[in-house]
Every structure is written in C-alpha cells, then in structure tokens.
C-alpha cells in the first residue's frame, strides 16, 4: 500500500503586488490560508529507476513540468537513493484556479516520499528543495494561517484564524498568472504614465516606482492592523477569544482594507468573477463578513460567521449557474493531524 496524503488547498486573504525584482519576479506580501478542500496524493517507491505520474485528469502534465515530478526528482538526489518513483494524483482540486493545488501536490509527494523512503530530511533541506520548484511550495510546509512575502516564497506562520467556514466558488476559466503578472505591469506602467509628477523614463522605472513601495508597506500595516484588532484586550481585561475573536478576525479584514491586487486586472477580464463576489457579500448582513479573489484567481471565496450563511451564499451562487462548495479554514493543528490518509511504514 502506498503513502496517501490530502493534499489542502490554500486561499489568499489579501495580496499585494510590489516591484519588479532584478530577479524577474515581483515583491509581494499575503496572507495564506490552508482550507480543507484538498486533492489524495500516493507515493510508493520500487525497484529500477524513474519517476512515474500517474493523474486520470488530462489536463494534469505527467512529465517533468508536473511539480510533483521536480520535487521528487530532488529528493531522490537529496538522498542518494535509486527507486523508481510512482506518484499518483487524484485530482479534486481545479487547476489554474489559485488555490495552490500544484504546490500542495508538491509538497504532499515530498512528505510521503521522506515516509516511504524512511529518511526524512531537515527543514533546511525540505525547505531548499520546495523554494527551488515553485514560491507557493513553502506554504505547505507550515500550514494553518501565514504570512508570504519576498515573491511569495518566504513565509512565517501568524496565530491561527480560528476554523471558519467558507465558501469556495471555482468558475470553469483558467486565469493564467503569468499572463495576470503581464496585466499588472502594463496597467502600472500606464497609471505611471498618466501620473506627470512621477513620470518614468522607461518600462523598467514605471514598474519600480514609489507607488510599488507604498503599497507593500500600506499591506503590511494593515495586516499588523488586523492582527492588532483581533488580539486587542477589552476594557474588561478578559481578552477575546473564541467566537467573538473570530468575529474580532472577520470585521477586521474589512476595517483595514486588506484586498488581492490581482483583482484589479482579473476583474475587468471576467467580470463574472466580480459578480461572483458581490453575490457571497449579500445584502442585510446575510453574505460573507469578507470576500475576495484568491491569488490570480479564477477561485472567489468568502468566509462567514455561520454554516447556515455559508450554505445560504452557496445556494445564491450555483443560482448564478457556477460550482460552489462549503468547507472550513484549517488550523495549524487540524492541517497537520489530518493530512496522513495511510502510510507504508
């Protein structure tokens, strides 16, 4: 029997998008969230040599651009070991949909393979390893609620947003990121145009001006705001917790204007995704207490401070003909102890 992993989902509550780095990438800063939506990965090492992918889903790649082909490939010269490799995929979650399935599968293959192999790596070496395939892999080796910066690959885990439930729209459009990184270096460069104050010289200058700066340090306050907020010591000295810290979390995502920056070329593209929002929100407080795109999308969530809102707004959203699920916010905790479906040894 084969090491078998859920391989969770994540979504992005808030992204800012900085400057272009010599690196090519762009500085960024989230707030990464694992929900417990997820794919099944199983990985079983025999004799001879090679990696093997195997995914009934045909849009899945099964040569080496397939993430989980790269870290294996790694691992497997990591620890001098020979083997063939078999990893196969069973895939729930929707591609290009910005829920981080590819990185997750990654890392799922990863974890099982230090199982099957029995030689697990420390964290240096795991983290080298997923920071070398892709900037969303490291995630997954923390899990729970946490912070991403540098072009995403960076990250430190913040106090746990209490397990919330949450609605997960997938619209069947595949909204490529690196195409959405190309929108939002065009639509910079056209507002730095615009701007004759700040006039840059060339496309490089336009892409790395102040107001990239401004606005990584204005996401930065905002997420110490938010964190500030939902710890703050009430005038009765018995600090929130809870329920009323969760609802403490939800409003003050909204109060301090925390937002995905991808929406603002992904949106106009598809405006259904838009729609989509607006609909979790709902009106008399019924919707969403917040709502957003996650990463490039095409992924819309919400979160909400009842099942029964939840299924509300899911019902309000398959109304609109598109595909929505109901599930909840993983812990730290809840993401590590459920992970493990079966293990060889």
């Given at each position: 029997?084969?090491?078998?992993?859920?391989?969770?989902?994540?979504?992005?509550?808030?992204?800012?998008?900085?400057?272009?780095?010599?690196?090519?990438?762009?500085?960024?800063r989230?707030?990464?969230?694992?929900?417990?939506?997820?794919?099944?990965?199983?990985?079983e090492?025999?004799?001879?040599?090679?990696?093997?992918?195997?995914?009934?889903?045909?849009?899945?790649?099964?040569?080496?651009?397939?993430?989980?082909?790269?870290?294996?490939?790694?691992?497997?010269?990591?620890?001098g070991?020979?083997?063939?490799?078999?990893v196969?995929?069973?895939?729930?979650?929707?591609?290009?949909?910005?829920?981080?399935?590819?990185?997750?599968?990654?890392?799922?293959?990863?974890?099982?393979?230090?199982?099957?192999?029995?030689?697990?790596?420390?964290?240096?070496?795991?983290?080298?390893?997923?920071?070398?395939?892709g900037?969303?892999?490291?995630?997954?080796?923390?899990?729970?609620?946490?912070?991403?910066?540098?072009?995403g690959?960076?990250?430190?885990?913040?106090?746990?947003?209490?397990?919330?439930?949450?609605?997960?729209?997938?619209?069947?459009?595949?909204?490529?990121?690196?195409?959405?990184?190309?929108?939002?270096?065009?639509?910079?460069?056209?507002?730095?145009?615009?701007?004759?104050?700040?006039?840059?010289?060339?496309?490089?200058a336009?892409?790395?001006?102040?107001?990239?700066s401004?606005?990584?340090t204005?996401?930065s306050?905002?997420?110490?705001?938010?964190?500030?907020?939902?710890?703050?010591?009430p005038v009765?000295?018995?600090?929130?917790?809870?329920?009323?810290?969760a609802?403490?979390?939800?409003?003050d995502?909204?109060?301090?204007?925390?937002?995905?920056?991808?929406?603002r070329?992904?949106?106009?593209?598809?405006?259904?995704?838009?729609?989509?929002?607006?609909?979790?929100?709902?009106?008399?407080?019924?919707?969403?207490?917040?709502?957003?795109?996650?990463?490039s999308?095409?992924?819309?969530?919400?979160?909400?401070?009842?099942?029964?809102?939840?299924?509300?707004?899911?019902?309000?959203?398959?109304?609109?003909?598109q595909?929505?699920?109901?599930?909840?916010?993983l812990?730290?905790?809840?993401?590590?102890?459920?992970?493990?479906?079966?293990?060889?040894?």
């Amino acid at each position: 029997m084969p090491t078998a992993l859920r391989s969770y989902a994540k979504i992005n509550l808030g992204l800012a998008i900085g400057a272009l780095r010599d690196d090519g990438f762009h500085e960024l800063r989230t707030v990464y969230q694992t929900i417990a939506l997820h794919d099944v990965v199983k990985v079983e090492i025999g004799r001879g040599t090679g990696i093997e992918i195997r995914c009934k889903n045909p849009a899945v790649p099964l040569d080496e651009s397939n993430t989980c082909y790269r870290v294996a490939e790694r691992f497997m010269r990591s620890i001098g070991q020979r083997g063939r490799v078999i990893v196969t995929i069973e895939k729930n979650l929707p591609l290009q949909g910005g829920l981080g399935a590819a990185s997750s599968n990654a890392v799922s293959t990863l974890l099982a393979l230090e199982c099957e192999a029995e030689k697990p790596l420390n964290a240096e070496e795991r983290l080298r390893i997923c920071a070398e395939v892709g900037s969303d892999l490291p995630l997954f080796l923390v899990g729970g609620t946490i912070f991403g910066q540098a072009h995403g690959e960076e990250v430190l885990p913040l106090q746990d947003l209490p397990a919330t439930d949450c609605v997960i729209v997938t619209p069947e459009i595949g909204v490529s990121t690196p195409r959405a990184f190309r929108d939002w270096d065009d639509l910079m460069e056209k507002e730095a145009a615009e701007n004759p104050t700040a006039r840059p010289s060339s496309r490089t200058a336009a892409l790395t001006n102040a107001a990239s700066s401004d606005r990584i340090t204005s996401f930065s306050r905002s997420i110490y705001a938010w964190l500030s907020g939902s710890y703050r010591v009430p005038v009765t000295g018995v600090p929130a917790n809870g329920g009323d810290r969760a609802e403490a979390q939800h409003l003050d995502l909204v109060r301090t204007g925390i937002e995905n920056d991808f929406e603002r070329v992904v949106f106009p593209q598809y405006p259904e995704l838009r729609d989509i929002k607006r609909v979790l929100y709902g009106q008399s407080g019924d919707g969403a207490r917040f709502a957003s795109l996650s990463g490039s999308g095409s992924t819309v969530f919400g979160l909400f401070e009842s099942r029964e809102k939840a299924e509300s707004a899911a019902e309000r959203v398959r109304a609109m003909g598109q595909t929505a699920q109901i599930t909840t916010t993983l812990t730290r905790e809840q993401y590590w102890e459920t992970m493990v479906i079966s293990r060889t040894r």
